[in-house]
């Protein structure tokens, strides 16, 4: 009788044209080898076993948070389970993950978006705690559509499977993405000072922050930038936008856009040309302030506006500025985290915030009802013996066991 072995061609060399280092040490180590012609990454019995214990992992994570493990195929099926049986099952009908392939697929309906959050969170928290990796978190994103955006994510390298833009804090270690909700207020410079006088002030050809800090002998942080777009009602008619930031602070249009559509009822939004400012708002451009802005205009400031103080913004008519601008006091547009996390914007420890890479291995987006009348989602809904119940926001999302286990194997912090 042949002595059986299990296959495990360890080699010293890695896989020609990759640079994910997750790859290269589970090739490295006999367990995966890597198909250049496809980008297929083929897992060994050694590797096998590795991937299998990640998805035992993810599945008693999610039964343990209350995901009926089921195997539909499709979400169509998931749905018809749900439909049919959600009332006489009530919450075991309501919540499924299902095994497909190398992903498990997620699917819960909630009466309400608290409820799905903290389902989210402790599906998060659950899985984290299962696979032992200090190194893996979950972080808040905005996503078209979605109410709240929760990823699975673990610092990587540039290249790197799932591999996308992020920042990670010196001081605390935390993590974001640049769409990623700031959730506080950053110190104001100046704070201590008292409100000056307001002053419109000349300043000729300074449509830029660069060029009004250098003509004004200013930091970038006590201004205030304007961005201006346009966005639809449910009428097709045009609205014009103004969006005022801290000028050291970037936009983030995907925040805006979520904002704007759940607080306005606007979608579509884009960028202004200057034929739409002239007709919209007039000859401003490069010159837009909160203060004296017409009241046609949608109008929200970013977090990092409130409460600042001596602050110049455009004042509204061409090659003028106005100084000394302070929130509340000169202008009190409604409030919303708009704002676009960028290399050296402040965490909530105080820390900068530092460009990195981050690995998506999952995520979890929980979708109102404004998803499922776009028929972007199944509204799960039944009629019980007090009435009618509807379950409009569904939790949705997968987690990648693949990319879990290559990045149990990368090199990255």
């Known amino acids: 009788m042949s ?4 296959l495990l061609p360890k080699t010293d060399n890695p896989p020609a044209k990759v640079k994910d280092s997750g790859i290269i040490n589970l090739v490295k180590a006999g367990k995966a080898v890597y198909n250049a012609k496809n980008g297929e990454l083929l897992f060994l019995p ?7 214990e990640v998805k035992t992992v993810l599945g008693a994570s999610l039964s343990a948070e209350g995901f009926q493990r089921v195997d539909c195929a499709s979400d169509d099926a998931i749905f018809s389970v749900a439909e049919r049986f959600a009332r006489e099952w009530r919450e075991a009908a309501r919540s499924f993950c299902e095994e497909r392939g190398r992903e498990f697929r997620i699917i819960s309906w909630d009466a309400n978006a608290g409820s799905s959050f903290a389902k989210a969170e402790r599906a998060m928290k ?5 696979l032992g990796e200090s190194a893996f978190v979950f972080v808040e994103d905005v996503a078209p559509d979605a109410e709240r955006t929760f990823v699975l994510a673990s610092r990587c390298e540039a290249g790197d ?3 996308r833009a992020g920042f990670f804090c010196e001081s605390c270690g935390a993590l974001r993405f640049p769409d990623s909700p700031f959730g506080y207020t950053p110190r104001q410079p100046g704070a201590e000072e008292p409100e000056g006088v307001p002053e419109d002030v000349e300043t000729p050809m300074a449509n830029t922050i660069a060029e009004l800090c250098s003509q004004l002998s200013i930091d970038i942080s006590r201004t205030l930038k304007a961005m201006l777009y346009v966005a639809a009602d449910g009428d097709s008619k045009r609205h014009a936008v103004a969006s005022f930031v801290r000028g050291d602070y970037n936009l983030s249009m995907n925040k805006l856009a979520r904002w704007l559509e759940r607080e306005r009822g606007l979608t579509g939004l884009r960028s202004a040309d200057k034929a739409e400012l002239r007709e919209l708002i007039g000859e401003v451009a490069g010159y837009c302030g909160p203060v004296g802005m017409p009241s046609h205009v949608v109008t929200v400031g970013d977090l990092s506006l409130v409460g600042s103080k001596n602050t110049v913004a455009g004042a509204n008519r061409p090659g003028y500025h106005r100084k000394c601008c302070c929130h509340p006091r000169d202008f009190d547009p409604p409030i919303a985290d708009i704002a676009q996390a960028a290399a050296g914007t402040p965490c909530s420890c105080g820390g900068p915030y530092r ?18 009348e776009n028929g972007k989602v199944k509204k799960l809904s039944y009629r019980d013996r007090d ?7 569904l939790l949705d999302g997968s987690f990648s066991a693949e990319r879990i286990t290559v990045a149990r194997h990368s090199d990255a912090p």
Request: glycine letters at 18%; proline letters at 2%.
């Open 3 to 6: 002595e059986h072995k299990t």
């Open 46 to 52: 050694e590797g096998e076993l590795a991937l299998r």
């Open 126 to 130: 659950s899985i984290i705690s299962g």
């Open 161 to 163: 499977v799932g591999g």
């Open 355 to 372: 460009a990195c890479f981050a690995r998506e291995l999952g995520r979890l987006a929980i979708i109102g009802l404004s998803g499922a």
């Open 387 to 393: 009435g009618a119940h509807d379950f409009p926001f």
